[in-house]
């Protein structure tokens, strides 16, 4: 059972545009959400986050967004840079950071 | 930021064989460690909760005799695949709680990760 699903697994955008990738969950429990970003044979390295009692935040060019009532969350990362292609994972918790559980991650190409 | 590392960073080895893997937190205690396993294209999956001074817990489908955590200090977690199989390929990653300041200010709770032990067992 997916619990947070990514259904895009891949995304292709220009440099300078603006990458959105989604991200859908369907634990009502879920009350901290992150994202992270992996290259190939490396551990995640986290992004951003956001509490349920927020529905954005805002770090640099990434701003998550936070749909509680449609259980969805979004990535935005704008302007998009090729050094940002890599796999993209959000992450589910229950009360705070602990005990996450992934997306099947989101493959983002920047082309030039 | 937080460094995790894990050692070896890939491994193979002979069938049956017991493999350990090493995690440590370099610059932070950890009274909670995680060990998740991630096969190719797919999502990192969470294996278990490693508690410092106690036992482990176990997520559901994971054998615990199979996959045994030790969690001796604040700085080391300890994974052994034991009796390992062609089956228990795959990617290792540990990660340990903690906090990180953003770009932008202000404090967010994360976890950590490794770098991740590719294990390849023929």
Redesign the interface.
């Known amino acids: 059972d997916?619990q947070?699903k990514q259904n895009s697994p891949s995304l292709s955008v220009q440099e300078g545009r603006i990458s959105i990738l989604n991200c859908d969950y369907t634990n009502s429990m879920f009350d901290?959400f992150?994202w992270?970003k992996k290259y190939p044979?490396?551990?995640?390295?986290?992004l951003?986050?956001i509490s349920s009692i927020k529905d954005k935040n805002?770090?640099?060019r990434?701003t998550v967004f936070l749909n509680k009532s449609a259980k969805h969350l979004s990535l935005h990362i704008v302007p998009s840079q090729p050094g940002d292609s890599a796999v993209y994972?959000c992450a589910a918790a229950t009360g705070?950071?602990?005990?996450?559980?992934?997306?099947?991650?989101t493959q983002l190409k920047v082309e030039l | 930021g937080a460094v995790v590392s894990q050692h070896p960073s890939w491994v193979i080895c002979k069938s049956g064989t017991s493999v350990k893997i090493e995690c440590r937190s370099l610059d932070f205690q950890a009274t909670t460690m995680f060990w998740y396993r991630q096969f190719p294209k797919q999502s990192l999956m969470l294996m278990a909760t490693s508690n410092e001074g106690s036992k482990a817990t176990y997520e559901q489908g994971v054998e615990k005799d199979k996959f045994l955590i030790n969690h001796a200090s604040l700085t080391l977690s300890t994974l052994t695949v034991t009796s390992a199989h062609p089956e228990d390929s795959s990617f290792y990653i540990c990660s340990a709680g903690g906090r990180v300041e953003g770009l932008a200010g202000g404090r967010q709770e994360t976890q950590y990760f490794g770098p991740g032990t590719r294990l390849l067992v023929l």
């Open positions: 997916q947070v901290y992150l992270y044979a490396e551990g995640p390295t986290f951003i986050s805002e770090d640099g990434f994972f705070g950071g602990n005990k996450l559980t992934f997306g099947t991650g």
